[in-house]
């Protein structure tokens, strides 16, 4: 088992929390935001709010036992800035930030985070490389409240027709493509299209909503 802290509950750090609790490790969750503190509560291990841009905070909380830091708050430069050096100057092994440009990836890099990521970056070129491979050309726009996955049809999918199934209305999302287990896509398929046992979805909607299909 593995400590973390991750700062900044968004939609991503909220996701990295619940993500590392499930996998068994130990997460302590901060944010200046009782009401995201207070939903994330019963998820992880330790839910404390607090501001991370006040160095004495980090120490009272004992951040430098843990084995890394998750630095979420990439909206705000100088935020992630100085809560990044923070973390490094109070001993964290490793700190992993969340940036909104090269410009703010450099910053972070030279003030000595450990890695950078660019979520949404990614998503983006993981998303179209998987639509490249099946040459689909569509550009996609995604919005910070929308999100598009492809996942494997859940069991109590199977066997059923879209319109039987009805995901909109019942989970909020819709199905923009089903692949078969040949590997050929459908993209809008029809209502009377019958997911089958290895059908993979592409699903689109909003990102709470997505996230609810995990459990099926």
């Known amino acids: 088992m593995k400590t973390f802290v991750v700062i900044g509950l968004g939609r991503f750090g909220s996701a990295v929390a619940t993500e590392l609790c499930s996998l068994g490790h130990e997460v302590l969750a901060l944010d ?44 705000d430069v100088g935020n992630s800035t100085l809560i990044t050096l923070n973390l490094k100057e109070a001993g964290v092994r490793q700190v992993i930030c969340k940036a909104q440009s090269h410009v703010h990836r450099k910053v972070l890099e030279k003030i000595g985070a450990d890695r950078v990521v660019f979520p949404e970056h990614e998503m983006g070129l993981k998303l179209a490389q998987g639509l490249s491979s099946v040459n689909v050309l569509n550009f996609i726009e995604l919005s910070d409240d929308f999100g598009i996955v492809e996942l494997t ?24 493509a089903v692949r078969d287990r040949e590997g050929e896509l459908d993209v809008a398929p029809g209502a009377d299209h019958v997911v089958g046992k290895d059908s993979k979805l592409v699903v689109l909607g909003r990102s709470e909503h997505i996230n609810r299909l995990h459990d099926l």
């Open 32 to 75: 200046t935001d009782a009401e995201k503190i207070q939903k994330l509560a019963d998820q992880v291990t330790h839910a404390v709010v607090g501001d991370a841009r006040d160095a004495d905070v980090l120490r009272a909380l004992g951040v430098r036992n843990y084995d890394c830091a998750i630095v979420a708050t990439g909206f």
């Open 153 to 176: 049809a859940p069991k109590s999918w199977q066997g059923k027709t879209l319109r039987d199934l009805d995901v909109r209305a019942r989970y909020h999302v819709s199905v923009i």
